[in-house]
């Protein structure tokens, strides 16, 4: 048994590492790396699923193709010359834009970036733009501070007050739960802003439940308490910022009754936050569910302009965190990408793929190669993407299991797990470390590593040049000028982890990246992009105050949360236990339609329907449907059945959360 220092490649705010045991070149057991200065030597079990997922009997090891109708097990070398040969002639007929690279993020290696060389190279492809996880968070955050940056998770430290909005640590970001933990027994306060009473909310001072996408009123509320009171800090909004009067003019425009009402928040709750945020340095750390919506951007928005009336950004233990793109900023992505190769460009919206697909007239979609993610399950309003990659001649899938996606292709190639090839990983969205991640064992079967593929696929298309490159040189260009300030690939295999160059309280010197240099209020970003750059009054677009009709017919709310022992989708085929729909209904709901745990009920709206087995919530606001996202269609099928395909207010985001329906008792 041989012991080695790996990293966890998902998903995941935490990007913890590993210590992995090795046996006869078989991955056998994983765990934290206690050395690890973030993650301390604690892991979750999706970390530990990946064993599991290496192991797996049910992992496909070969090239398939599907012939009339059943998958065939082919060479490489067949499965390379027909996939090479069908996007030469796509692109030959109709132009390299009628190929659709549909790509997510289901591993965050600096290698996942290869895709984006081959098809630049390539002469261009129909690429995905916008997300559909934190895209109107991220926008949000560039228009008021210019960037989205989090402070260091050791700056809580030097917190008084910690708000937890809309974060399921306990869920999703394990070692922010660790230091709560720590944190709370030195006397800091902590309040837990959610519609669902969750883990993270059990250690909080005090939990406030809230209606589903009315976070950004609720800002409103506490900032007009803030002005009532006079508590706003008046340096920094007269010397560090622009638009005041403009929000001043929004906090007029609504009553605190309202407030009160469309949060389901009382008054006394509101004052009480506006104490909490004036008696600072208070932190924020906000969660990615409340930017799904319609009004998702907004909310964001509106919640960084309490932080900063209230005088808490720029300081240590204050903060408006919420991603922080500036670990991935600190690559070189067009090194390893080569933007400039592109002939031909066209995008889609991550969201609106299918849509798109379906209507793309003057280059029509031919051929769609998805890498990197399962569109199937996790793309909103799945009829809609099923319908859409039906429709087209070819689909190719890099892939280690059938997943819903996979089953619909005509090639699936079998792609290596995080520890048959070499990678370092890294997560914009908490700590700023990057792991090493060594190549472990033999990729088993036939598995080859994705950038194997990419580069053979290059070969075989006449520019095989760009890619005759080992994986370490590969890394290297992807450190660009990192490696000039010491950040080697060297030092990152020795020491298994290095803190990246970045800002550990941003805004420290209250100057900011926006065109005027001063937090915005009024954001000019967001004026030359063509919006109205002011705050506004928002609502879920599925909500009474958008669309009173739709909320009389579906009156739920349904939340779609991400699932405590799958990555998404990645799991639920290796865990008996996540085999079935699990319908959390709030206890209002459950009284109204007569419903008891383990009940099966349809829940359903104008785009889909869904089936699967009552719990009831213990605490939760009112009118509340949660149904984790991620579940196969094998299995009872995805949540995404019922969720919107429409974009959010700005950054091109998703909508998954603006999402009404009824239920009914099977
Ligand atoms: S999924 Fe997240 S918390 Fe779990 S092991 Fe991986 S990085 Fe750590």
Redesign the pocket.
């Given at each position: 048994m041989t012991t080695f220092k790996s990293?966890?490649?998902?998903?995941?705010?935490?990007?913890?590492g590993?210590v992995v045991e090795v046996e006869n070149g078989k991955i056998v057991k994983?765990d934290?790396d206690k050395e690890h200065p973030i993650?301390k030597g604690?892991?979750?079990?999706?970390?530990?699923m990946?064993e599991a997922r290496t192991n797996a009997e049910d992992r496909i090891l070969y090239p398939l193709k599907k012939i009339d109708g059943e998958f065939q097990r082919i060479t490489w070398e067949q499965a390379l010359t027909e996939i090479s040969s069908k996007l030469a002639e796509v692109r030959q007929i109709y132009g390299s834009t009628a190929i659709l690279h549909s790509h997510d993020y289901a591993n965050g290696g600096l290698l996942t970036k290869i895709p984006n060389r081959f098809f630049n190279c390539f002469g261009g492809a129909t690429e995905l733009i916008g997300s559909i996880c934190w895209g109107s968070g991220i926008e949000a955050q560039n228009w008021d501070f210019g960037n989205a940056a989090s402070h260091s998770p050791e700056d809580i430290y030097n917190s008084k007050n910690v708000i937890i909005w809309g974060r399921n640590v306990t869920r999703?970001?394990?070692?922010l739960f660790a230091y709560l933990q720590e944190v709370k027994k030195k006397g800091v306060n902590i309040t837990v802003i959610d519609p669902i009473y969750n883990g993270t909310a059990k250690i909080a001072h005090s939990y406030i439940p809230i209606t589903p996408g009315m976070d950004g009123i609720l800002a409103i509320g506490i900032i007009k308490e803030l002005l009532q009171l006079d508590l706003q800090d008046k340096n920094f909004i007269q010397n560090y910022t622009v638009g005041f009067e403009d929000l001043v003019d929004l906090t007029d425009s609504i009553s605190i009754e309202q407030i009160e009402k469309m949060t389901n928040v009382p008054r006394e709750t509101i004052t009480n936050l506006a104490q909490i945020y004036s008696d600072g340095p208070t932190a924020t750390y906000m969660g990615l569910g409340m930017q799904r919506y319609g009004n998702g951007g907004n909310t964001i928005r509106l919640i960084d302009a309490l932080v900063a009336v209230s005088g808490n950004v720029g300081v240590p233990g204050g903060g408006a965190n919420f991603g922080n793109t500036q670990v991935g900023q600190s690559f070189d992505s067009a090194a390893l990408t080569l933007p400039e190769r592109k002939k031909e460009s066209r995008a889609f919206v991550m969201s609106e793929q299918a849509e798109k697909i379906l209507t793309a007239s003057e280059t029509p979609i031919k051929m769609i190669m998805v890498s990197c993610g399962n569109p199937l399950t996790q793309v909103p309003n799945t009829a809609l993407v099923q319908e859409a990659f039906q429709s087209v001649d070819t689909v190719v899938v890099l892939e280690q299991f059938m997943t819903d996606t996979a089953r619909l292709a005509d090639y699936v190639l079998p792609s290596a797990t995080v520890f048959e090839e070499e990678d370092i990983y890294y997560?914009s969205m908490y700590h700023h470390y990057v792991n090493y991640g060594p190549k472990l064992v033999e990729a088993r079967g036939e598995a080859k590593s994705d950038v194997w593929i990419w580069t053979e696929l290059a070969k075989r298309l006449g520019f095989g040049e760009d890619f005759e490159y080992t994986r370490e040189e590969f890394i290297e260009m992807g450190l660009g000028s990192l490696q000039d300030r010491g950040i080697t690939l060297e030092l990152i295999k020795e020491k298994g982890h290095v803190p990246l160059p970045v800002k550990l309280v941003p805004w420290h010197d209250f100057s900011f990246t926006t065109p005027s240099g001063k937090f915005e209020f009024t954001s000019s970003l967001g004026e030359m992009k063509g919006y109205d750059g002011r705050l506004q009054l928002l609502y879920p677009r599925e909500s009474i105050y958008s669309d009173k009709e739709l909320a009389e017919k579906y009156p739920y709310s349904l939340l779609t949360i991400h699932p405590l022992r799958s990555?998404h989708s990645q799991n639920y085929h290796l865990i008996e236990g996540l085999q079935t729909v699990k319908v959390e209904i709030s206890k209002d709901i459950a009284e109204e339609k007569g419903l008891e745990p383990d009940d099966r009920v349809r829940v359903y709206n104008d785009r889909g329907e869904i089936t699967g087995k009552v719990q009831i919530l213990k605490e939760s606001s009112p009118n509340i449907v949660c149904i984790d996202e991620g579940q196969w269609h094998i299995f009872g099928g995805s949540v995404n059945n019922l969720t919107s395909h429409q974009i959010s207010d700005n950054g091109l985001g998703s909508t998954l959360y603006d999402c009404l329906v009824g239920i009914e008792k099977l």
């Open positions: 990293a966890c490649p998902l998903n995941c705010w935490d990007s913890c590993f994983i934290g993650t604690k892991i979750c079990g999706r970390g530990r990946l999703t970001n394990m070692h997560s990555n």
